[in-house]
């Protein structure tokens, strides 16, 4: 339970303490926008390291040589951990927006950090949902890499993957005609949801699948993109074990 304590203790002094930080990156964005939201990640992402090792999590990051590092990319991964986040965003080679719930708008100064990192908030209103899709088209245009769990929710059964993959989770990649990174995150659900009200010490992989690309499929691959992503997935998380 004391892990549980300092590690949220950490999260709510740090985003506190770094609203200073974020008035001064408003300022200095004027002149270079890319490189202060790179600041800004890199900050980010210590704080996401120092609460995973606070929490007790070991993690093994497998395939991190399959990320371009010289081009935007989506992202798509399975989801059933809030500290799929952490694990995910605590890897980012560059700059990446995350498509987040709506509803995360609601938390003060955590909405003002992920607007700095261009995230997106995708709300369940159609016409909402396809403006925040074109968003992410936009961001990889301009060369900031996306993040989207196309499950659409946090997965909360025992089947790793049971959720369909939502198919415009995945139009950024066919209109932009970008890389699609398959992550498949296990372990997250054992170190918190399952362990609740506290945080159980667990070991968390992380797999990043070999790029996919649109334009190179055929047939019912191309025609089903979200699914023959999902279907890489699956077969990620069964070398995990």
């Known amino acids: 339970m004391l892990r549980t304590i300092i590690g949220f203790a950490f999260a709510a002094i740090y985003l506190i303490g770094t609203l200073p930080v974020l008035l001064i990156e408003k300022i200095r964005e004027k002149k270079d926008p890319k490189a202060s939201s790179l600041r800004c990640l890199r900050m980010v992402q210590w704080s996401f390291r120092v609460i995973l090792k606070i929490c007790g999590v070991k993690e093994k990051v497998i395939g991190y040589e399959n990320i371009p590092k010289d081009q935007a990319v989506l992202y798509v991964a399975n989801h059933r951990s809030w500290f799929d986040i952490l694990v995910a965003y605590s890897k980012m080679p560059n700059l990446t927006g995350f498509i987040a719930k709506e509803s995360i708008q609601n938390v003060p100064i955590l909405k003002t950090w992920m607007k700095k990192l261009s995230c997106l908030f995708m709300s369940k209103d159609m016409k909402a949902a396809l403006k925040c899709i074109m968003e992410s ?93 999902r279907g890489k997935i699956l077969a990620m998380l069964e070398e995990n074990k």
């Open 137 to 229: 088209v936009n961001l990889i245009k301009d060369g900031i890499s996306v993040f989207i769990f196309p499950e659409g929710t946090r997965n909360s059964t025992y089947d790793p993957l049971l959720l369909e993959f939502k198919e415009g989770s995945l139009k950024a990649a066919q209109r932009t005609g970008c890389a699609i990174i398959p992550v498949a995150i296990e372990g997250t659900r054992e170190v918190f949801e399952e362990a609740l009200p506290k945080v159980c010490p667990g070991n968390v992989t992380i797999r990043f699948g070999e790029p996919i690309y649109a334009s190179q499929l055929e047939g019912d691959d191309k025609k089903h993109l979200a699914a023959y992503a």
